[in-house]
């Protein structure tokens, strides 16, 4: 079994907050990420996938592959898109780091193991200081 | 002569786009930053002083006054803000990352000079791939 | 389940030395590191927390509050600190990274637990080269 | 149980191609990593071991003491070298960075052990944005 | 005056060697670069242009137009290939770092030219430690 | 003319105060850094030189060279040393990274140019946050 990552990114904007709540308590909960306004993100993307490696080629998968599918089914959608309204995989979830990384999950679980490969983790930074790691359930 | 450098960060959400251009005009010139649900950034800023090393401190200025300066004055209107509907200094003007830093310069410019250094360059990145930097005119 | 990780550094001073070792026992085992006049490092310190995400905010933990905690019990303790002579929690223990680590973990390890989240790992780098990770016992 | 790392560096040649594919095949399986003149790279190897941390010294592991192991065994034959035709452990093995992380692994985990601590992990970078990461059998 | 930066990158082998010296001279003089097997890098390339901001659009120079100017006319020659036998304009140049940075700027300085800037420099990191810069004659 | 950058590090120990001012005073003017048990970064070294490439090597300075000179006049002498105490070209001067970064001038200035370059600026971080550049008088 070996571990191959891929980094991606991609530059979106999004807000958090509740319909349901008031501005005051979006503001308390969620502070300075509930602007109205929007703010946005640099978020750098790590998909890592394990497999045995294929003795004819040494690869686990063929990393232009990996990267054609993380493009086409998750960056390319949210690449300069404002994540809580453009979003498809992201309508009706809160848009918080967490929920990202568990609806790319999502995205490339299928596909990498059509591809003969397992999805082992999605990591997703938000910033240079904060991030998530999610490896299914 | 010495220079020292205050690295500081903020997130926000921009678009690029004229109001006079159409909506096809906006994206051949703008391409996906001209998305009108807004995109957005981790920016990251460096300010640069220049001046004489004072002998009493050895310090050509407190950095923890001319990181107080940037926050004060840039980066507390910027962070978590949609550049073109709320930073009052970028009104009128298009949010390109030039703009910005020039517009970051004439804020900063006149504070660094009082607290006896002098401002010599603003560079800011809009991703870890662009950048731009500002000497003054 | 999913891990969420907070970025934090701190600047410190530390020398590796056993008092009843003669000095060139401690050079031996510790190299320039036992330095009697001390030495020092930027730590870069993440706390990997995990557990379930709160369907109500999309928060696995608030991390304004899980950064709180982090510069509370650790951050403020070691910053600009003597490792060896002024940490409480390091007080008898020789100050390598690896004690470190193991000492930020039971720092952590209850505060974390009462907001609701558990302690993952503790990773620290003592310079770009070497860095040290702890999961608990 | 804690687990340290130690970042080293080599430069290397190397082409990815089958001798028994014909030039076209070999394109198409390798793009442009099958260029006959051969390319290369900057390779970032993080080794990590794990144990128990020594009372005695609060060392796992002595870093100058893997640092040489790793430079000895595997950085002095990598470095400045061509994969394919200079280094004895790539001997009729494809060099793909999964053949290379297996290749370093088979080098250090003996010798590790040896030194008292057990291999944890190779993980090896490629690019900036490709890595494999490899945990043995 | 505002000054814009580009990143690209590209994987080459490489050589440093003259065919009138002897192995030893080589050696000596160019040390490890000198290996008759070729060795290669991740190079890191930083081109910056200069010039005034169009008010129309508030961009120096479109950075998409600058970076399909960088590719085409240096990356997609170097990437990937054997910089002293594959790429025109580095023909009888010995392939140094140095020289290469200056063949880049000759590339690009009539092209950025026609395009409404001009061109201030060209960064080249061979590795993480080792980088020149050069800003034409 | 062409520049040429080399990458050095050291960890080392410091406190910024003035003798004759009051632990008050200190604590006022310089902060945590006037802790009297010390603190200590890990600076990161960069030393730029100019000159002409030589049409002989390909090469502005041998950077082995280059490398060796910044080991043995700078960062052997400041390297896990604490250099409020230990460091000779500190005697008598405030710790402070401008005072260093002048200081490091002033031991390579004249060994660069009997080596054929001429020292640019020597740039110096003290956190990834903060650095100073100097460019002589």
């Given amino acids: 079994m070996i571990y191959i990552t891929r980094k991606e990114h991609f530059n979106a904007a999004h807000r958090l907050f509740r319909p349901d709540y008031s501005d005051e308590k979006n503001l308390e909960v969620f502070g300075k990420c509930s602007n109205p306004n929007w703010h946005g993100h640099n978020y750098e993307l ?3 996938v394990k497999g045995e490696v294929d003795p ?3 690869f686990l998968i063929n990393l232009k592959e990996l990267s054609r599918m993380i493009n086409e089914l998750v960056v390319n959608k ?3 898109k404002n994540i809580n ?3 498809d995989f992201m309508k009706d979830r809160l848009a918080s780091a967490e929920n990202i990384a568990i609806a790319i999950w999502e995205q490339l679980e299928g596909p990498v193991s059509v591809a003969g490969a397992a999805l082992h983790s999605v990591k997703l930074f938000e910033t240079e200081r904060n991030f998530v790691e999610y490896f299914g359930t």
Avoid: I, M, S
Wanted: hydrophobic fraction near 40%; charge should be negative; proline fraction near 0%.
């Fill in 85 to 87: 309204v453009e979003v």
């Fill in 46 to 48: 790590f998909v890592t």
């Fill in 56 to 58: 004819e080629t040494g």
């Fill in 78 to 80: 949210l690449d300069h």
